[in-house]
């Protein structure tokens, strides 16, 4: 996918402000930093990854952030790989698979979230807007394809609690390592939580 710099700029004035909704002015003006002097862009998946530019709310909230500018072939998978696999990983006895799944896989994702997020969403925006531009409804697929799904923030609680439904009590423990700081004792805490039949 190339985009024109002229093609950008009026798009940016005239369609992306529908499309993006809240939020507009910032990714204006990240997206004009990615286009800086370049006349055209290749916003093709082998060539994405030149243009970088840091996303911070796509690093703090990974594959919620996609599901929220409605990037749903993104994020729905990345939900999948970040929540549900890792949890079923913990069943398996291999420390190796554990820390991979667990810990770098989705490292590797929040990272490529951060420095390519603004890059990514200018595909999207810019798909969308190729798309309807041959339609006769082109505002109406603009409004209902643009703008943010609040709903997916409410995953954030929900797949937390299905995490710890779907993980056996003898593993639960295994996930908080990477989040109950050093200086407190988790053994007495374990010990606490099994005699109070808490897990």
């Known amino acids: 996918m190339y985009l024109d710099r002229e093609v950008f700029e009026h798009n940016l004035n005239s369609t992306y402000p529908i499309l993006i909704g809240r939020g507009y002015f910032y990714y204006r003006h990240k997206w004009l930093k990615i286009f800086s002097s370049r006349d055209n862009l290749d916003l093709s998946w082998f060539k994405i990854w030149n243009h970088p530019s840091f996303n911070f709310w796509a690093l703090i909230f990974g594959p919620y952030w996609f599901l929220y500018r409605k990037m749903y072939k993104i994020g729905i998978p990345w939900l999948f790989i970040n929540s549900v696999l890792p949890t079923a990983i913990l069943l398996d006895k291999t420390n190796a698979t554990k820390l991979i799944c667990c810990s770098i896989v989705p490292f590797i994702f929040y990272l490529a979230s951060m420095l390519y997020g603004n890059t990514i969403y200018l595909r999207h925006v ?53 989040v109950i700081p050093y200086w407190v004792d988790k053994q007495i805490i374990m010990d606490k939580i099994e005699t109070n039949n808490l897990i």
Do not use: A, D
Not at 130 to 142: A, F, G, M
Not at 149 to 173: E, Q, R
């Open 126 to 178: 810019e798909g969308i807007v190729q798309k309807s531009t041959s339609s006769k409804y082109k505002n109406e697929i603009l409004i209902r394809s643009g703008g943010t799904s609040f709903i997916f923030i409410l995953l954030i609680p929900l797949v937390g609690i299905f995490k710890c439904i779907i993980t056996p009590s003898k593993y639960k423990f295994e996930t908080w390592n990477i």
